[in-house]
């Protein structure tokens, strides 16, 4: 089991610019985060799917985040355009719901850095 | 709004010594309370978790103390090693709420050989 794959590790990018994080989450799983961390604000959920579908995007930002899951192997997080506020560690994790508490495995995360 | 409050901040602990972190929660509607463990670069996981139907959870030096009636529940680390040093999430699962996990923020362990 490889675990969840997160891709790029480190992203710096400027002001402006479009950011795509992406998540390979653990085969099987039918859960999929992603979360935002920060020093300040600690772990913040930005959306989750079940099943591929978007249940809940009430932590995403604004309009300048979106997410995708086109397939149950593959996750997306856009920021377009990005921000020096969005600097922060996005983390993709992923779960196989369906009964109450089941453990999330988490990425090793994405570090953006937005000058 | 913080819905789960976490403390301390950080901790310092000497090799051999417990550890202790609380946590606090207002919303009864929580029915499963993980902690979570995060090494630095890493993302977090689950160390050892806890449901209201029972007061403590051992696994081997990790326990979970659970207070229903407080609505409180702690996390102690028996003879903390150095390997310990970590940060630490507590979490609340809502069952009504899209059984999203309402997190700490977090302590800082550290234990000092």
């Known amino acids: 089991d490889a675990g969840v794959i997160q891709s790029p590790r480190h992203e710096v990018t400027e002001m402006g610019q479009e950011v795509t994080l992406r998540c390979k989450p653990i085969?099987?799983?039918?859960?999929l985060f992603w979360y935002r961390q920060t020093m300040m604000r600690g772990l913040e959920l930005l959306i989750y799917?079940?099943?591929?579908?978007?249940?809940?995007d009430s932590g995403m930002p604004e309009d300048r985040f979106s997410a995708k899951m086109p397939n149950a192997s593959f996750s997306t997080l856009k920021i377009q355009p990005s921000e020096p506020r969005d600097s922060a560690v996005y983390f993709c994790?992923?779960?196989?719901?369906?009964?109450?508490?089941?453990?999330?495995?988490f990425g090793n995360g994405t570090r953006l850095t937005v000058t | 709004q913080q819905q789960v409050k976490q403390s301390p901040q950080s901790l310092i602990v000497q090799k051999g010594g417990i550890s202790i972190i609380n946590c606090a929660y207002e919303?009864?509607?929580?029915?499963?309370f993980p902690w979570y463990q995060q090494f630095p670069g890493k993302g977090p996981a689950l160390l050892i978790a806890?449901?209201?139907d029972v007061s403590e959870k051992k696994e081997g030096r990790f326990t979970i103390s659970f207070n229903k009636s407080a609505k409180q529940f702690s996390l102690h680390i028996m003879d903390s090693q150095p390997g310990d040093s970590a940060t630490y999430f507590c979490?609340?699962?809502?069952?009504?709420?899209?059984?999203?996990?309402?997190w700490g923020l977090g302590t800082s362990l550290a234990v000092n050989p």
């Open positions: 994790a992923s779960s196989l719901q369906g009964t109450s508490g089941s453990p999330l495995h």
């Open positions: 085969s099987g799983h039918n859960s």
């Open positions: 799917f079940n099943n591929n579908v978007p249940i809940d």
């Open positions: 919303n009864t509607a929580f029915d499963y």
């Open positions: 806890i449901r209201p």
């Open positions: 979490a609340a699962l809502n069952a009504g709420n899209n059984r999203k996990l309402i």
